[in-house]
């Protein structure tokens, strides 16, 4: 810890060289310390567990390609109704004023502290067959969201959708609004200053908030094991595949659960060097 | 001859677990703590009716009930879940208990249920058999096979020479009744105690109603409750499983639609 400057300096990798204030009081260093060491340690533990000779053996079996597939489809399909969907309440949320606009805002950032389970019991109660807009909705078209991929994608839509929605509406409020306003005195539509001038602006947020939304959908459970059930593939994405392989194969469950764990960290580690500022 | 086992399985080591124990005996013999007892989702309801019965009689002693899939529990035990008494819907989650952890004495069945071919409210599918949890065209619902009541459910299936094809596998029997009573389902195979066979009686409500096993004999399921060999508060444990066994809670059991020994 102590020498963090000298090596910083050697390196040479900052302009300024770093002087002792900008090292952590001793109280703050040790709590760091000990916040890594506790995201640190599940992972230690899933590695190993892990299964090394007979990964590939586990991975390919035909539950976890199912269960893969099911997964990477579903997911992106939430992704883009959370885009969808989260950009414009966002866009809402942010630019237009209006009363009840704080209780709307949490009404839709609800799912992300509710308990998933709670989640997707409310959307059975919503949206199966016997419930209050699901029942018209299956007398009328014989659609049934439940047991199904659409199932799995609502419920996991319905979670990440509000990571967008938070995102999107921080970034619209810290654009600079003269360029919109420049682009509508020349003449653009109020449609095309937010195709063109707003929307590519926020870019660099919007990408991150679609891409976490995305990671969120991958890993929900809750609100997709009590909406959508769970049935090797047709709704049993892989972190149910997961639940279910602990308790009979735990060498496959271990397995699943380290490439969820590689995919998940090397996302964040590629979004922090692309979008988040790194100083 | 059962509650002699109980009583042996709570004497013995006592020494030893009273120096490590969280709970103890006082002086006069009253015992003290919290007992932690982990049960089969289908035995939630019943068990907390017994705990409360039991913390009547032993003011001292909290009773914390925790409920899951038989198979879930059993991962948490062999994690180190701090735990003293397990109770599965299938004896067999205790095989790789009593090798890994240990049990004290031996696992003493005391209660059993058995599996059901069961309907919402209304019935509106109209279905009569359990043959009919083949026709692809209703929503049903099973257990997981790695459940006892799907594994049950299964091979009693198998033995009726039935196919079924479910449309879920729930974690457990809970997570099943759950969607069978919203009507979210046409048909499930579930345990007896969480069905009726009138519209009235059940623990739902009347939401879920029994067709009985219309094949044979139905599969049953037997609760074997076990003592773990690290339960933090032995005493309370024995003392919990004789409790089980008496008449008093027999009688518990049997409101509940349960079998006893």
Redesign the interface.
């Known amino acids: 810890m102590t020498d963090a400057p000298t090596a910083n300096a050697r390196n040479g990798n900052s302009g300024a060289r770093r002087t002792a204030r900008d090292l952590p009081p001793w109280p703050v260093a040790l709590l760091a310390c000990i916040g890594v060491v506790l995201f640190a340690l599940p992972l230690v533990g899933l590695v190993a567990r892990a299964p090394w000779t007979g990964l590939w053996t586990h991975l390919s079996s035909r539950f976890v390609v199912d269960a893969a597939v099911l997964s990477v489809v579903s997911s992106i399909a939430a992704a883009a109704v959370a885009a969808l969907v989260g950009v414009p309440l966002a866009w809402v949320l942010a630019r237009v004023s209006f009363p009840g606009r704080s209780a709307i805002r949490a009404l839709v950032t609800l799912p992300m502290v509710l308990p998933p389970v709670v989640g997707g019991?409310a959307l059975?109660?919503a949206l199966?067959?016997?419930g209050v807009v699901g029942g018209p909705l299956h007398d009328a078209t014989g659609l049934?969201l439940?047991?199904s991929i659409w199932g799995v994608i609502l419920a996991n839509a319905f979670v990440a959708t509000p990571l967008v929605i938070l995102t999107v509406e921080g970034a619209l409020r810290n654009l600079d609004r003269r360029y919109e306003l420049a682009a509508a005195t020349l003449g653009a539509s109020r449609l095309r200053v937010l195709w063109r001038v707003t929307l590519p602006m926020i870019g660099p947020a919007l990408g991150v908030a679609v891409v976490v939304a995305w990671a969120r959908a991958l890993g929900e459970f809750g609100a997709t094991?009590?909406f959508a059930?769970?049935?090797?593939g047709?709704?049993?994405t892989l972190p149910l595949a997961v639940?279910?392989a602990?308790?009979?194969n735990r060498d496959a469950a271990v397995a699943i659960s380290l490439v969820l764990v590689a995919l998940s960290l090397g996302l964040l580690i590629a979004l922090r060097d692309r979008w988040w500022p790194s100083r | 001859m059962a509650p002699l086992a109980a009583a042996c399985a709570a004497s013995e080591g006592d020494a030893e677990a009273a120096d490590r124990s969280r709970a103890t005996v006082n002086g006069s013999g009253t015992l003290e703590g919290s007992l932690h007892v982990l049960v089969a989702a289908s035995l939630l309801p019943v068990t907390e009716v017994i705990a409360a019965s039991f913390e009547r009689q032993h003011p001292a002693v909290e009773v914390q009930v925790s409920a899951a899939g038989s198979s879930t529990l059993r991962e948490q035990v062999l994690a180190g879940a701090p735990a003293d008494i397990f109770i599965p819907a299938d004896p067999s989650h205790l095989q790789a208990v009593r090798q890994e952890i240990g049990i004290s004495g031996e696992p003493v069945v005391v209660a059993r249920n058995s599996l059901v071919l069961a309907v919402p409210a209304g019935n509106d599918a109209r279905v009569s058999v359990l043959a009919d949890l083949a026709r692809p065209e209703l929503l049903i619902g099973l257990c997981a096979p790695e459940v006892p009541c799907g594994a049950l459910a299964r091979s009693g299936l198998a033995q009726a020479g039935i196919e079924p094809v479910p449309d879920t596998d729930e974690p457990n029997a809970r997570a099943l009744t759950t969607k069978l009573a919203a009507g979210e389902l046409d048909a499930a195979v579930v345990y007896a105690t969480d069905a009726a066979p009138d519209t009235s009686a059940s623990p739902h409500g009347g939401a879920i109603v029994s067709l009985g096993w219309t094949a044979g004999t139905a599969p049953q399921a037997s609760y074997a409750a076990a003592v773990l060999a690290d339960a933090p508060n032995r005493p309370a444990a024995g003392t919990f499983v004789a409790f089980l066994q008496t008449d008093a809670v027999r009688g518990i059991f049997a409101d509940y639609g349960f079998a006893t020994p």
Request: proline share 4%; net charge positive; no cysteine.
């Open positions: 019991a059975l109660f199966g067959r016997r049934l439940p047991y094991v009590t059930g769970s049935l090797g047709r709704t049993q639940f279910v602990l308790e009979s």
